[in-house]
């Protein structure tokens, strides 16, 4: 049995599958919001720059989703594992409210904005945004990495510098079918660490983890703990 306390430079990788618990839905199968929202509607660059209005209702309705959650008992574990780097795509912020300090958020953050024009990148917690125009009079839009953007580069490395000194790597509730983000494992694997998969189901990167629990993020975090 794999026992956190037993290793000193954790990594939590993690994605939709953790926040589900605390009621935020999925992107990928049954009930996902991709499955329920086109992309090329609500989250890239080209639906942004067709109907700007639009993009910031879908982004200001799950502020508001997002905002009556509160993060469950995995994100609770996560925080309270001392000296552990958390690099996840989710955008909600949970990790966060939980209290995880170091979080390197690799899909960027529902509670950012970013100016079209000046690239200013502010916090923002307001449901709804007050406004969705800079001071400069351009456009903000959210500061998540949509379809089709590239991802920043400091923020990538920042997760692979955490990732290659990690003796322990544990993904937890992610399809690894969103790359590059789902490149990073391997470079855990690569060093030799021990990497553990949480997912109730398969993934096409199961066979890469040395070891993988079946079940949900909460009780097999707690399992862990
Ligand atoms: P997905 O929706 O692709 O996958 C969620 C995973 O969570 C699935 O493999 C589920 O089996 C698993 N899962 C469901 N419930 C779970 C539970 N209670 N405990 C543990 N696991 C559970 O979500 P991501 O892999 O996070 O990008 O998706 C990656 C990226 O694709 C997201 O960051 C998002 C999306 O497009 C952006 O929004 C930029």
New binding site residues.
């Given amino acids: 049995m794999i026992r956190l306390k037993d290793f000193s430079r954790i990594v939590f990788f993690?994605?939709?599958?953790?926040s589900?618990?605390s009621g935020i839905?999925?992107?990928?199968?049954k009930g996902?919001?991709?499955a329920k929202y086109d992309?090329e509607e609500y989250?890239c660059q080209r639906a942004f720059d067709r109907d700007p209005g639009k993009v910031w209702d879908f982004h200001d309705e799950r502020r508001r989703r997002v905002s009556a959650c509160e993060p469950n008992e995995?994100h609770r574990i996560i925080a309270a594992t001392e000296g552990a780097v958390v690099v996840?795509?989710?955008?909600d912020g949970l990790h966060q409210r939980a209290g995880s300090k170091a979080v390197v958020e690799?899909?960027?953050s529902l509670w950012r904005v970013r100016c079209a024009g000046c690239r200013t990148v502010a916090g923002n917690l307001e449901t709804p945004i007050r406004s969705r125009r800079c001071a400069c009079g351009a456009w903000l839009r959210p500061d998540?990495?949509?379809?089709e953007?590239a991802l920043d580069p400091a923020t990538v490395r920042a997760a692979g510098d955490a990732i290659a000194k990690c003796d322990l790597l544990v993904s937890?509730?992610?399809?690894?079918?969103?790359y590059p983000?789902?490149d990073l494992p391997r470079l855990a694997l690569a060093r030799g660490a021990v990497t553990v998969e949480?997912?109730?189901?398969e993934?096409p990167l199961s066979g890469l983890y040395t070891h993988c629990m079946r079940?949900?993020?909460?009780?097999?975090l707690r399992r862990m703990a």
């Fill in positions: 993690t994605g939709a599958g953790l589900a618990e839905p999925t992107y990928r199968g996902g919001i991709w992309y989250a995995g996840t795509q989710n955008i690799l899909h960027g998540i990495v949509w379809f953007d937890v509730g992610t399809s690894g079918v969103v983000a789902a949480i997912n109730p189901e993934t079940g949900s993020a909460s009780e097999m």
